[in-house]
Structures are given as C-alpha cells and as structure tokens.
C-alpha cells in the first residue's frame, strides 16, 4: 500500500514535471539543462521556496547558471498558471508548485509556509454563506471562485528559539 502511493505519488511529480517544461517552452525559453534542473527543483518542494532558496541550492551544481535565469523561468511558469507566485510574508515572492486550491500556513518569525488541504471537502467552490455573504456586500454581483485563508503564528522551531532566548536573558 505504501509502495503504491509513493509509486503513484513519483508519476504525478513526473506529470507535473513534463507540464511544466512544456510550459517553459511554450513561453518562448530555451528548455536547458539549467531550466531543467530549475523545474525538477520546483516541482517536488513543499517548502513554497522563494527564487533566491532555489538558486542558492541549485549554483553548486550548475555553477554557469544566473539568478536571471532562475527568476525568468519561475515567472514564466506562474504566468503560464503552472506555479503560483505568492507573497504572503515580507521579503522575496514565493513559489507554489501546488496549483490544487489549498490554505497556508506562514510563520510570522521565519516567513516559513506550508500547504493546509481544504478544510471541508469542496470548501473551495463553495464557500460558507457568511463569506459569499461578506463578498457580496464589498462587490455585489461577483462571482466567487476560491476562498484561500492564511493561518499565521509561530512554527514549532522558531517557538523553541523564542523560550531558548528567554532562558537565556
Ligand atoms: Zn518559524
Ligand atoms: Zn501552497
């Protein structure tokens, strides 16, 4: 059973993959290697890295390769609608491979994000009538397609750092 989904789990990363390098094409850039490895890197992370983390892990291994680059391919893949770009923290924009309707959940120390399922199956398309209520108020006649929520707080390690540095003072 185990094996099953993490098989099951390898050919969606593989689908999305190929997605994404057709998207890649499709908006004119060359497929390199570089590109390549810049997609690989994207598609399997669940930490919504920013272009900067995913430089800064890739230049060892491709050491040729610019920020320029990383940063022209992710924003290629967003304007394609195969990432989202997010910017739910201050500092660099964020980049989700997960384009299945989802919350997040941020750290208001660290800026860490994390992927929070819906809440109530189909949450997404169908809002609780308090919220279809409070939209239609602001801008009657809109048609809703999504409600995303942004749980914020502390992350487990920035909250031990938090009682360490009390400690300590
Ligand atoms: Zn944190
Ligand atoms: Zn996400």
């Given at each position: 059973m185990v094996l099953f989904c993490m098989g099951h789990k390898k050919a969606e990363l593989a689908d999305k993959v190929e997605k994404m390098l057709a998207g890649v094409r499709a908006a004119g850039l060359k497929l390199t290697p570089q590109r390549m490895a810049i997609v690989k890197e994207l598609a399997a992370?669940?930490?919504?890295?920013t272009a900067q983390e995913i430089f800064e892990r890739l230049q060892p291994g491709?050491?040729?390769?610019?920020f320029a680059t990383v940063y022209n391919t992710l924003g290629a893949l967003s304007s394609a609608g195969l990432c989202a770009a997010l910017?739910?923290?201050?500092?660099s924009g964020r980049f989700d491979p997960n384009m299945v309707p989802h919350h997040h959940v941020v750290c208001d120390v660290c800026g860490a994000v994390r992927d929070v399922p819906p809440?109530?199956?189909?949450s997404f398309r169908s809002p609780d009538a308090s919220a279809a209520k409070a939209v239609a108020h602001v801008a009657p006649g809109f048609e809703l397609r999504s409600v995303e929520r942004i749980f914020r707080g502390v992350c487990s390690s920035c909250a031990k750092n938090r009682v360490r540095t009390r400690s300590l003072t």
């Open positions: 992370d669940e930490t919504h890295p491709l050491p040729t390769m610019s910017s739910l923290s201050p500092g809440l109530a199956p189909g």
